[in-house]
C-alpha cells in the first residue's frame, strides 16, 4: 500500500525567509503523482503544486518549488520569501492511476506552517 | 464561481438521525470524490465516480455510509443513523480524466489532479 509520511508536524518561518517541507513516500508503482496541497484556518484544500513522476525537472509555481527525488522517494516542497498568507496546514498527497486504489489521493499527517511577522 | 461547491457547509444532528450531504464539481470535471477529515489529519479517501459509476466503494467507513451520482454531475453522501464518531469535516473533490485538460486552463484544470471544495462538517451530538 502506499504510504506518505510527514516527519515535521509544524514549522516556523519568518516574513519573506525560505522554509523547506518535508514529505516521504513509499510506492511500488512507476507511474504517479505528487502533490502538496495548502489548507489554511477556513479549511478548504487549495492545490499549491504538482509534480508527474515521469519528469525530471522540478515543479516550480511561482513562489513555490519542490525537490523531487524519485530514487529516494522524496518530495519536499520549498516556499520562498513567505508571506503571512503562506501560514497553514500543508498536505504532501500521493495518487497514481494504477494499481489498487488507481486515483484515489493518499494523504500525510500534515505540517502547520506558521509565518512570523 | 466555478469552483467545486459543498451543502450544507455545517451540520449538527443527534445520534441515530440521518444526513444528506450533496457535492457540486467542477462542470467540466467526470471524476468525483469523496474523503473525510478527522481533526489534526490528513483526509481519508473514502469512495469516487467516474461520471455515474461508483468504481471505488470499499473504503466506505460502514454500510451506514452511501454515495450516489446519478446523472454524472452531482453526487450526494448519506450517513444513516449517525454516530458520534461519525463527527469530522467531509470533503468533495473533482477532477478531469487523462488527456482532458479543463476548458479553464492553468492550474485549475491539470488533469488527474483533485480539486476540493470547503467541505460539510458534521457534528453529531
Known amino acids: 500500500a502506499q504510504t506518505v509520511t510527514q516527519s515535521q508536524p509544524e514549522m516556523s518561518v519568518q516574513e519573506a525567509e525560505t522554509v523547506t517541507l518535508s514529505c516521504t513516500y513509499d510506492?511500488?508503482?512507476?507511474?504517479?503523482?505528487l502533490f502538496w496541497y495548502k489548507q489554511p484556518p477556513s479549511r478548504q484544500m487549495i492545490l499549491v503544486i504538482r509534480?508527474?513522476?515521469?519528469?525530471?525537472q522540478n515543479a516550480t509555481e511561482n513562489r513555490f518549488s519542490v525537490n523531487f527525488q524519485k530514487a529516494a522517494k522524496s518530495f519536499s516542497l520549498k516556499i520562498s520569501d513567505s508571506q503571512l498568507g503562506d501560514a497553514a496546514m500543508y498536505f504532501c498527497a500521493y495518487s497514481s492511476p494504477s494499481g489498487a486504489g488507481s486515483y484515489q489521493l493518499t494523504f500525510g499527517k500534515g505540517t502547520k506552517l506558521s509565518v512570523i511577522p | 464561481d466555478t469552483g467545486v461547491s459543498q451543502d450544507p457547509r455545517h451540520k449538527i444532528t443527534k445520534r441515530g438521525q440521518n444526513v444528506t450531504f450533496r457535492c457540486d464539481p467542477i462542470?467540466?470535471?467526470?471524476?468525483l470524490y469523496w474523503y473525510r477529515q478527522t481533526l489534526g489529519q490528513g483526509p481519508e479517501f473514502l469512495t469516487y465516480f467516474q461520471n455515474e459509476a461508483q468504481l471505488e466503494k470499499s473504503r466506505l467507513l460502514s454500510d451506514r455510509f452511501s454515495a450516489e451520482r446519478p446523472k454524472g454531475s452531482f453526487s450526494t453522501l448519506e450517513i444513516q443513523r449517525t454516530e458520534q464518531g461519525d463527527s469530522a469535516m467531509y470533503l468533495c473533490?473533482?477532477?478531469?480524466?487523462?488527456?482532458?485538460?479543463?476548458?479553464?486552463?492553468?492550474?485549475?484544470?491539470?488533469?488527474?489532479?483533485?480539486?476540493f471544495g470547503p467541505g460539510t462538517r458534521l457534528t453529531v451530538l
Open positions: 462542470s467540466e470535471h467526470n471524476r
Open positions: 510506492t511500488s508503482e512507476s507511474d504517479y503523482y
Open positions: 473533490a473533482s477532477s478531469t480524466r487523462s488527456g482532458e485538460p479543463g476548458l479553464a486552463g492553468g492550474l485549475r484544470s491539470l488533469p488527474d489532479t483533485q480539486y
Open positions: 509534480q508527474e513522476a515521469y519528469k525530471q
